[in-house]
């Protein structure tokens, strides 16, 4: 009996370290929306790995073509029509973002806004080149925009996809849900292709999904103000970590800084929080409400956690103070020790 239990562990111990060597990690990166892309995936099936690359390399060039709210394209189409009073029919994809879009509007209390393209190009950041020190708009344009308070829940979708719009000043802009939706697409093509375990990187906003071998993905969170990692994260299952700050992209006048996220209710760009970070398992959620807490600000980031239906969320302040949901509080392994000190 005692042999029969040694031969049994034995078996188990060679299980254990023979024969299973861990999957490979195959590693491509890729570029949408003005950011690479790293994709990782752990499996040992080249062939699978290359046909999901294949296709998610002209997902996300289809999707910044149609989706840029700028250069020519089916979105820009869109807002065209809209601004004339016309009805556009449009993609599959663009009716979805559309109608996250009103989701994540209605459930932050508008503070997510994806119909204010108007306001962000006049605030100068439609364009790809780096910003240039040009003065903020008119006080009296950005107020009459506002008085028009165009949002996504004034469009209407008919069954075959055409859209229509009972406000013209309604201009869609998608940068804040957009790298999110292009992320859940690139984990649903990768799953497609038999690919479970793996990890989509835009440029520190991600989405994991399985493990790395039974192990978890560990990921930092960057810190807003002083660089390199505030935060670790052990990522496991299906989830995505997505963080939206005021310190990356923003116009300089003046010595003054005005962050690309703009309040839908002031016109202004926002002030107050330096970045937000929030887990959750869709990327297109996680993004949209990544944006909608930096727009709450430390007064109001409570509404869009109970209003986004949000558990893990964490927000770093102007004065670096860092403010987390209980969950949030439980996951992070390992915070800076220049955050502690506050
Ligand atoms: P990042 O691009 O740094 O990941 P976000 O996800 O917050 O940051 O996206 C910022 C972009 O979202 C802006 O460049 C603009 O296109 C758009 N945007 C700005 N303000 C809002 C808002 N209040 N609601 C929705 N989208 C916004
Ligand atoms: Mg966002």
């Known amino acids: 009996m005692l042999a029969f239990a040694r031969l049994l562990f034995l078996i188990g111990v060679l299980n254990l370290f023979g024969g299973c060597a861990p999957p490979p990690i195959q590693q491509r990166t890729l570029y949408v929306f003005g950011t690479l892309v790293d994709v990782r995936v752990a499996s040992a099936d080249r062939n699978a790995f290359d046909a999901a690359m294949r296709e998610i390399e002209q997902r996300f060039q289809g999707m ?31 009716v979805q973002l559309i109608e996250r879009s009103a989701q994540a509007e209605r459930a932050s209390g508008e503070r997510f806004n994806a119909a204010i393209g ?27 925009l506002v008085a028009a308070r165009p949002r996504v829940t004034d469009l209407s979708i008919d069954g075959a996809g055409c859209v229509r719009s009972s406000n013209p000043t309604v201009s869609l802009d998608f940068g804040g849900i957009a790298k999110g939706s292009a992320v859940d697409a690139a984990i649903g093509i990768l799953r497609k292709h038999g690919l479970d375990n793996a990890i989509v990187n835009a440029g520190g906003d991600l989405r994991a999904v399985g493990s790395r071998d039974g192990l ?28 939206s700050g005021n310190y990356e992209r923003f116009n ?59 558990d893990q969320v964490l927000l770093v302040d102007e004065q670096g103070h860092l403010h987390m ?15 502690l000190n506050h």
């Not at 780096?130 to 008119?138: C, K, Q």
């Not at 949901?325 to 955050?339: H, I």
């Open 64 to 94: 910044h073509h149609a989706l840029h709210a700028w250069q020519p394209g089916m979105l820009v189409d869109l807002n065209t029509a809209i601004a004339s009073g016309k009805t556009r029919c449009v993609s599959a994809e663009i």
């Open 118 to 144: 108007g306001l962000i190009g006049l605030w100068g950041f439609h364009t790809d080149e780096p910003l240039t020190g040009d003065p903020p708009p008119a006080a009296e344009v950005i107020r009459k």
């Open 216 to 243: 978890p993905w560990r990921i930092g969170v960057r810190h807003p103000k002083q660089g390199g990692a505030l935060a670790e994260i052990e990522v496991i299952g299906d989830e995505s970590v997505f963080t």
């Open 252 to 310: 300089e006048y003046d010595g003054v800084r005005y962050a690309h996220i703009l309040d839908p209710q002031t016109g202004y760009p926002v002030v107050g929080i330096a970045s937000a970070t929030v887990i959750h398992k869709d990327a297109d959620w996680a993004d949209a409400a990544a944006t909608a807490l930096v727009v709450a600000g430390v007064a109001h980031w409570q509404e869009v956690v109970t209003g986004m239906q949000l």
């Open 325 to 339: 949901t209980p969950a949030m509080q439980a996951r992070v392994k390992r915070v800076s020790a220049a955050s």
